[in-house]
């Protein structure tokens, strides 16, 4: 059964994003500063457009989620790029053992016996300075692409760049809830 977490909490978040401003500029070849503050809303819009394409955060973030388990049972942990801490039962911290009680591929956890509630401890996402290159670019061509449109009404040459920047992050797709 796939299992929807009981309780999330996020304990911390990056507030770094991925792009820069003056990258943003250089890339899209604006000299001035009279829309820095319209440049950093784009970005922030095409990061959360990516984010949601891809079910991976570009912030890394520290999350526990408590599940209550039995054998078989199936969670995919959100934001993918997932590094799991740790996994205790709950109340007693009493540490899961990987391979022995669970097992993890990519962002799901298959629980390998019956445990009742557990928390699960992971770190997801990218830190800023190690988002993939790729990944980037798409923020780039996004963000750019949002800036110079302003509207929903588009060019085939701005079509052709979201679709591009779509096949740019598609590989790093993750598994959704």
């Known amino acids: 059964m796939i299992l ?3 309780t999330r909490t996020v ?3 990056e507030k770094d994003e ?3 401003v003056d990258e943003l500029k250089a890339h899209a070849l604006i000299v ?3 829309y820095d503050q319209q440049l950093l809303a784009v970005i922030k819009a095409a990061i959360t457009s990516i ?3 891809t079910n991976v955060s570009l912030r890394q973030i520290t999350v526990q989620e408590n599940y209550i388990a039995q054998a078989g049972d199936v969670a995919f942990l959100g934001s993918g790029n997932v590094q799991v801490d740790y996994v205790t039962v ?6 899961l053992v990987k391979g022995k009680h669970f097992t993890v591929h990519k962002n799901k956890i298959t629980f390998l016996e019956t445990v009742q509630e557990v928390v699960i401890q992971y770190i997801a996402g990218y830190k800023y300075n190690n988002v993939p290159p790729d990944i980037r670019y798409a923020v780039l061509m996004r963000s750019a692409a949002l800036f110079q449109t302003r ?5 085939e040459n701005l079509k052709l760049a979201a679709r591009c920047s779509d ?3 598609s590989k790093y797709r993750q598994l959704r809830r």
Request: net charge negative; proline share 0%; with cysteine.
């Open 32 to 34: 001035h500063d009279m």
């Open 90 to 95: 709950l109340g007693t911290n009493e540490q």
């Open 51 to 53: 984010e949601t394409d």
């Open 4 to 6: 929807k977490y009981c």
């Open 167 to 169: 096949n740019l992050v």
């Open 11 to 13: 304990i911390s978040e």
């Open 151 to 155: 509207s929903d009404l588009t060019s």
């Open 18 to 20: 991925c792009v820069s």
